[in-house]
């Protein structure tokens, strides 16, 4: 089975390892998207939370990278399927890894679940927060 090690990041404590030895995978940079921790209301929420998902969901350039990483995966994990690859790890960073990346995070956990046989294992580093998704058909 494929399992998907999906991981939200901050840039400034370094980029998360690779367990599995295989190395490779994608990091995404969400530093470009509009940040909802510059603003007071949104600073003690994360990327998991409602008022921070309806600000991000606002702006078109989220919808744009998101439609954009979820293509970049997709073909990927198409691939690694056909293969019977074992390991993909997919990273998204921001500045503090608490509101963009996390949400970029959740948002790919649950679309690859939803759309393929795999086992997500999502990972909020800076929230020190996990859990495990299994994916359709898994």
């Not at 600073?43 to 970049?72: S, W």
Request: with cysteine; aromatic share 10%; net charge neutral.
């Amino acid at each position: 089975m494929l399992t998907l090690r999906i991981i939200s990041f901050s840039f400034k404590k370094g980029l998360p390892s690779d367990p599995s030895g295989n190395g490779g995978g994608f990091i995404f940079d969400c530093r470009a998207l509009p940040n909802p921790g510059t603003l007071e209301a949104y600073k003690q929420l994360t990327g998991m939370q409602t008022p921070v998902i309806d600000y991000l969901e606002q702006y078109e350039a989220v919808h744009e990278f998101k439609a954009h990483a979820h293509a970049l995966c997709e073909q990927s994990v198409k691939r690694y399927l056909e293969r019977g690859f074992e390991n993909l790890m997919i990273c998204f960073g921001c500045t503090g890894g608490q509101h963009r990346s996390v949400y970029c995070a959740e948002e790919t956990a649950r679309f690859l679940a939803q759309k393929y046989p795999v086992r997500v294992l999502l990972e909020h580093r800076e929230q020190q927060v996990e859990r495990v998704i299994e994916g359709s058909a898994a």
